[in-house]
């Protein structure tokens, strides 16, 4: 599945961007919006609007991708002698992939690790061997008895909590280091803030979400 992020004035310049560089039209695709663009003052400042936009597999291209999932997935969890059950689920976090996985059974923390780095590396690992087997780019959620939708509700109540801070205060917060998936939900939490916004810092592993009052 071809995949860009693509940032614009506004999500429709970004979306209209997206779709030329990939040759398709706007039914052809699924579209995500990272960052909602914010307006500068008399054309200074302001943030631009970012956008995730993949092109739709056909339904037959899915399953055999969801099918293949599963076998690497079971496979893993053999590996790692861990008995659980594996189910394809509907997406329900903004922003997941359109193929999620659900892994589910007994005393599974050891499948999600320290702020989930063991789910992602075990989610990376599937991507890589599924999208090589496929010749595609195919992205993949995996979750662990709903890990995912309870850390998203804590991020989102921890952003509307340090941007009530901001305002109170004035002083800008600073996040802990986040991998990607974790700051868009931050980014996306509080585009419609009033009186905040919020910009990534640093590099690699130390990226971390900043949450301010625009200048």
Same mark, same amino acid.
């Given at each position: 599945m071809e995949s860009l992020e693509i940032s614009a004035k506004t999500v429709e310049e970004a979306v209209a961007l997206a779709l030329e560089k990939l040759g398709a039209s706007r039914d052809e695709v699924e579209v995500v919006v990272l960052k909602e663009g914010k *307006?500068?003052? #008399?054309?200074?400042? +302001?943030?631009?609007?970012?956008?995730?936009?993949? &092109?739709r597999q056909s339904e037959e291209v899915r399953q055999a991708a969801v099918i293949l999932a599963k076998e690497v997935l079971e496979k893993l969890l053999s590996l790692m002698k861990v008995s659980a059950s594996i189910e394809?689920?509907?997406?329900?976090?903004?922003?997941?992939? *359109?193929?999620? #996985?659900?892994?589910? +059974?007994?005393?599974?923390?050891?499948?999600?690790? &320290?702020?989930?780095?063991?789910?992602?590396?075990?989610?990376?690992?599937?991507?890589l061997m599924v999208s090589q087997q496929l010749k595609a780019h195919v992205p993949v959620t995996i979750d662990v008895e709903g890990y995912l939708e309870r850390r998203q509700e804590a991020l989102q109540n921890l952003a509307r909590r340090m941007a009530e801070r901001v305002m109170a205060t004035g002083q800008p917060v600073t996040l802990e280091p986040m991998p990607a998936s974790?700051?868009?939900?931050?980014?996306?939490?509080?585009?419609d803030y009033p009186g905040v916004i919020t910009q990534s810092i640093g590099e690699g592993e130390d990226r971390k979400v900043t949450i301010l009052k625009p200048q």
């Open positions: *307006p500068g003052f #008399l054309g200074f400042g +302001g943030d631009e609007a970012t956008v995730r936009v993949l &092109r394809e689920k509907e997406p329900s976090v903004e922003g997941r992939a *359109p193929i999620s #996985l659900e892994i589910t +059974g007994e005393d599974l923390g050891i499948l999600i690790g &320290r702020r989930g780095q063991t789910l992602s590396s075990l989610q990376y690992m599937v991507y974790e700051r868009r939900i931050i980014h996306l939490a509080l585009r």
